[in-house]
C-alpha cells in the first residue's frame, strides 16, 4: 500500500516509486509462501485523496480538487498502484501453482462510499468526527484526535469527538468510522468486489 511518507512526494515521484513498492510486496509474499501460507487475500488501496489529511495538506490549491473535494493527484496515484498490483495478482497463480489468491477492490467500495455517502445514510464524507476547527475538514494536523495543541495563532485547542460518529465516513483525518468500516465490511462480504485467481494446476 502506498504509505503515508509518500504524501509529500510529487505524483511522478509517488508514481516512479510503485514499481519499487510491487517488488516489496511480492518479496512478502514469497516470504509467507515459505513459511507455510497457501491462501492470500489481497486487497488494493483505497481513494487516498479523500483522506482529510491529505486533503488538509495538498487541497489548499483547490485546483488540485476534484468535483468531491478529493486530492485528483493522490487518487491518480493509487488507481495506478492498484493497476500494478492487480497485474502482480493475475501472475501469482503460475508462480504458486499450490496455493488461492483472492483479490479484493476496496478501491471501489471506499470511493462509493465517499462520493454517494448521503445514500448510506452518512452526513460528511471527508470531514472528521473526532477533530478540530469545524468545516469543512475539522481537521488539524498537530492536534491528534483527543489531544491538546496550540494552534498557529497560539490558542489551546482540543481535537474531541462528534456527538454521532455514525454520521461521518472519516474517524480522525485517516481512520475510517466504525460505521464506516462496517460498510466496507459489508461490501466486502457480499464477494461482488472479489475476484480468485487459481492454477489451472488446482
Same mark, same amino acid.
Given at each position: ?48 485523496? #479523500? ?5 488538509? +495538506?495538498?487541497?489548499? $490549491? ?6 468531491? /473535494?478529493?486530492? @485528483? !493527484? ?55 468526527? #473526532? ?5 469543512? +475538514?475539522?481537521?488539524? $494536523? ?6 491538546? /495543541?496550540?494552534? @498557529? !495563532? ?49
Amino acid at each position: 500500500m502506498i504509505s503515508l511518507e509518500h504524501f509529500t512526494k510529487t505524483l511522478d515521484q509517488v508514481v516512479g516509486l510503485i514499481p519499487t513498492i510491487i517488488d516489496i510486496f511480492q518479496d512478502g509474499i514469497k516470504r509467507l509462501y515459505a513459511e507455510g501460507a497457501r491462501n492470500f487475500w489481497i486487497h488494493n488501496t483505497g481513494p487516498l485523496g #479523500c483522506i482529510a489529511q491529505v486533503v488538509s +495538506l495538498f487541497g489548499r $490549491d483547490k485546483s488540485k480538487l476534484d468535483e468531491f /473535494g478529493c486530492v @485528483s !493527484d493522490h487518487n491518480q496515484a493509487a488507481k495506478l498502484f492498484n493497476s500494478q498490483l492487480h497485474g502482480l495478482f493475475i501472475k501469482l497463480p503460475q508462480q504458486y501453482p499450490d496455493s488461492r489468491f483472492t483479490y479484493v477492490d476496496i478501491f471501489s467500495i471506499k470511493s462509493d462510499l465517499i462520493l454517494n455517502h448521503s445514500k448510506y445514510g452518512f452526513n460528511h464524507s471527508i470531514m472528521v468526527c #473526532c477533530g478540530t476547527g469545524g468545516p469543512p +475538514l475539522n481537521y488539524n $494536523d498537530q492536534v491528534n484526535c483527543g489531544s491538546t /495543541g496550540k494552534s @498557529s !495563532d497560539g490558542t489551546i485547542i482540543t481535537a474531541r469527538a462528534c456527538n454521532d460518529s455514525s454520521k461521518y465516513v472519516n474517524w480522525d483525518g485517516i481512520h475510517y468510522t466504525e460505521a464506516a468500516n462496517r460498510f466496507v465490511a459489508l461490501h466486502i462480504l457480499s464477494g461482488r468486489y472479489s475476484e480468485t485467481a487459481l492454477s489451472w494446476n488446482l
